[in-house]
């Protein structure tokens, strides 16, 4: 007999998912530290228009650290919390001194590569689980993010 965890659960998928949603979670604790840089950072003729699109972004990915984190704590696990678990399970790479703004975009761009990845794969798992919680929140991830991705991409005349 499957062992449920308080939200209906099997405890065994439950954890499967946690973990993954803390590698996801790693990533973005990366993403918004990448982006706040080149918000602080950035020089150049497209200064004010990238200085608030950057602000923008990272406010985004602050809520979605939070979600993230709120959804682990609801599956019954442990959210990570130390940078030093961040840097060694994030896809996505630091960026340190970066204030071109192409260059921004180009890393925003593979992040944003990376975290909707992650995110298909998690959300095929919460399906194979019927955590309708996860499945959604990623979905409305995904949609937004394919979003975003193709506006930059338009931006970079690509």
């Known amino acids: ?16 998912l946690a973990t993954k949603l803390n590698a996801l979670l790693s990533n973005y604790q990366i993403f918004y ?3 706040r840089g080149f918000h602080w950072n950035i020089k150049g003729q497209q200064f004010f228009e990238l200085h608030a699109k950057f602000e923008e972004t990272y406010n985004d990915l602050l809520m ?11 599956l019954g ?8 678990t961040y840097i060694k399970n994030s896809e996505i790479s630091e ?17 944003y590569q990376i975290t909707i990845r992650l995110q298909r794969e998690i959300l095929e798992l919460a399906g194979k689980s019927d ?15 394919e979003k975003t991705a193709w506006m930059l991409t338009s931006y970079m005349g690509e």
């Open 64 to 74: 979605k650290i939070d979600e993230i984190a709120e959804r682990i704590l609801t």
């Open 33 to 35: 530290m990448n982006v």
């Open 1 to 16: 007999m499957k062992q449920l965890n308080v939200i209906g659960l099997d405890k065994d998928s439950a954890e499967a």
């Open 131 to 145: 955590d309708e919680g996860t499945s959604a929140l990623m979905s409305d991830y995904i949609k937004e993010q």
């Open 77 to 84: 696990q442990r959210p990570q919390h130390a940078y030093s």
């Open 95 to 111: 960026a340190k001194d970066v204030h071109d703004g192409e260059a921004c975009v180009r890393n925003i761009l593979e992040s």
